[in-house]
């Protein structure tokens, strides 16, 4: 062959090369063991497009899985296939465009996220073809209508995330086709306050054993919850309570009422919580002082938290203690203050908070007198300073020694009167005296004027050469 034929068929092949590259270029540049790495959906497999799978052991024997991680990919629901890639277990469409709830078909999917999408409305048996899932998440959408078994076929769903949207009201029984339902997400939807006045698990079908129910930001003022029912967390910040709902199931352990209208704790808002081990009431923009036996009927608690209350300034010595007075203190293992205005701490808390763990007074404006020496004696750091008096102020408590920790013997006001008297007798002793350095009235002092006297009368002549009569 020539050199002419040879030079002709190195250019063809270079061209043929180049068409394979240009045709190819939307594919993954990839092994072929990392090629099944995008495998959904099926339109853009193997492409940019496509979402990044990756398999796992799936507990408790060890057998396959299939995570899909298609988060950030700008996806309507157009773009989705039905039919899901096999031992598919979890599905990740977070922070794409979804205008609804795709419908999905597969027997392994065990958890399908969809937040931070558009979706407006579900209908109903929207997820019926998805019977193992087991967690679905719906936050951060802005649905607005859930239509009458919009969660029919789901019977082994488990957690439900419906925050963060604009639910007002809720179809009755919408729930009770989820029959083992262990966690519901209702929080910020601020116009679900027409349940006011309803009996959640009756009226919407809840799962009689849900264990954590969450409704923080929902404009609610009332609640109402079976007493019997085996709640274990129950959320409500942020929303108008003015006390604590009286009608809370008895065994209840973990509460948050933080950012509510309550000015005063009271010995009926915990009456009913004896099996209560954490509370939490904290950023209260209205809460003053905690009363005497408040906290008398919380015989588990172990964390209570009132961070942040700004015109929280007192608490009762005998908050812990019960009317009756029998002293049987809770097991409380931390404490928090952090932020209030309590100035002081009565002695007779040192039971209590001689047993914590865990006490925070960072940014508590403390008064170091000698009511409050006794806690300078606890083992634990408490990161609480000094406002007064004077001389200690900005110094840790447990660096304040004990002669400094001192009372004034007289109240202020008392020295104020002090001064003020000591003010007057100083001004009625000098009138004193200028009245009895003043002459008598009856004394008159005369003086004779005569000729080389000052006060003689002067008497000026005028010009004899002027006068010419």
Not at 209 to 231: M, Q, V
Not at 284 to 305: K, T
Request: hydrophobic share 45%.
């Amino acid at each position: 062959m020539t050199k002419r034929s040879h030079f002709a068929l190195s250019c063809i092949a270079i061209c043929l090369l180049l068409l394979v590259s240009c045709s190819q270029s939307e594919l993954i540049d990839a092994n072929d063991e990392d090629v099944d790495r995008f495998c959904y959906p099926a339109a853009h497999k193997n492409s940019r497009l496509s979402c990044e799978c990756s398999n796992v052991s799936a507990s408790p024997w060890g057998m396959r899985a299939l995570h899909i991680d298609c988060s950030y990919k700008d996806f309507q629901a157009e773009d989705l296939t039905a039919l899901l890639p096999l031992y598919i277990d979890t599905l990740d469409l977070s922070w794409n465009k979804l205008n609804r709830a795709p419908v999905f078909n597969s027997d392994s999917l065990r958890m399908l996220n969809l937040m931070h999408n558009n979706i407006s409305s579900i209908s109903a048996s929207n997820f019926a073809r998805i019977v193992s899932l087991k967690e679905l998440y719906l936050g951060w959408n802005s649905i607005q209508l859930l239509e009458p078994q919009a969660f029919a076929g789901l019977p082994h769903l488990q957690v439900l995330n419906l925050a963060h949207n604009n639910l007002h009201a809720l179809p009755a029984q919408i729930f009770a086709p989820l029959q083992v339902l262990q966690t519901l997400e209702l929080s910020w939807n601020r116009q679900l306050n027409q349940t006011n006045g309803l009996e959640l698990y009756g009226s919407y079908g809840i799962n009689p054993k849900l264990n954590a129910l969450r409704l923080d930001a929902c404009g609610l003022s009332e609640l109402r919850l079976p007493i019997d029912a085996p709640l274990r967390e129950l959320s409500l910040r942020r929303n108008l309570f003015v006390r604590v709902p009286s009608q809370l199931p008895r065994q209840l352990q973990l509460l948050d009422i933080s950012e509510n209208l309550l000015e005063q704790l009271l010995p009926v808002d915990a009456a009913n919580l004896s099996q209560l081990q954490q509370l939490y009431v904290e950023d209260m923009p209205l809460l003053q002082g905690i009363a005497a036996h408040a906290f008398a009927q919380l015989h588990q608690v172990h964390s209570m938290s009132f961070q942040n209350c700004r015109r929280l300034s007192w608490l009762d010595g005998d908050a812990f203690v019960p009317a009756e007075g029998n002293v049987t203190l809770p097991p409380l293992s931390t404490l928090s203050f952090r932020g209030t205005m309590l100035r002081n701490f009565n002695v007779s808390l040192s039971p209590v908070f001689g047993k914590l763990a865990q006490l925070d007074l960072n940014g508590v404006p403390l008064h170091c007198d000698c009511q409050l020496v006794w806690l300078k004696d606890l083992a634990i750091q408490t990161n609480g300073r000094c406002l007064r008096p004077a001389r200690v102020r900005g110094l840790l408590v447990s660096s304040v020694r004990r002669d400094e920790f001192s009372c004034e013997r007289w109240p202020r006001w008392a020295y104020g009167l002090i001064i003020l008297a000591l003010i007057a007798l100083c001004a009625a002793g000098v009138y004193l005296i200028v009245m009895g350095l003043r002459p008598h009235r009856g004394v008159t002092m005369r003086r004779k004027v005569g000729a080389g006297s000052p006060y003689a009368r002067v008497t000026i002549e005028p010009n004899r050469q002027e006068n010419f009569h």
